[in-house]
C-alpha cells in the first residue's frame, strides 16, 4: 500500500504560480513513476505530467512551458510547480503513484490504484 497527501493548492489570479506538493508514503519501494492528473466537474481526469526515476518527464500540450514536475526522492516528494496559471487550469489536482510507464513515440503513463485526496486549485481570470 502506497499512501499519497497532496498539499499547496489554492486560490490564484491569472498570470500567478504555485506549487503542488506530493509526499508519499508506506510501501515507497514498489515506486518508479509518479504522475499529476487533474479534474473538474465538466472533464474527466487529465494526465497533466508525469516523471519516471530516472528523472525523465512528459507535459500535457496545454501545460508544456508553464508547468514542471519534479521529484525528491530522498523525501519520498514530487512536486509540480505551475507558472502563469490560466482560469483553464482550474481543476482539482491529484497525484498518483507507481503507474506503470511504457515508450511509444514518447513516454506514457498509466495510472496506479494510488492516488491522493486532491487538491483545489482555482485561477481567477
Known amino acids: 500500500q502506497v499512501q499519497l497527501v497532496e498539499s499547496g493548492g489554492g486560490l490564484v489570479q491569472a498570470g500567478g504560480s504555485l506549487r503542488l506538493s506530493c509526499v508519499a508514503s508506506g510501501s515507497i519501494f514498489s515506486i518508479n513513476a509518479m504522475g499529476w492528473y487533474r479534474q473538474t466537474p465538466v472533464k474527466q481526469r487529465e494526465l497533466v505530467a508525469t516523471?519516471?526515476?530516472?528523472?525523465?518527464?512528459k507535459y500535457v500540450d496545454s501545460v508544456k512551458g508553464r508547468f514542471t514536475i519534479s521529484r525528491d526522492n530522498a523525501k519520498n516528494t514530487v512536486y509540480l510547480q505551475m507558472n502563469s496559471l490560466k482560469p483553464e487550469d482550474t481543476a482539482v489536482y491529484y497525484c498518483?503513484?507507481?503507474?506503470?510507464?511504457?515508450?511509444?513515440?514518447?513516454?506514457?503513463?498509466?495510472?496506479?490504484?494510488?492516488w491522493g485526496q486532491g487538491t483545489q486549485v482555482t485561477v481567477s481570470s
Open positions: 498518483n503513484a507507481g503507474g506503470r510507464t511504457y515508450y511509444s513515440g514518447g513516454l506514457h503513463y498509466t495510472s496506479s490504484p494510488y
Open positions: 516523471i519516471t526515476s530516472g528523472g525523465s518527464t
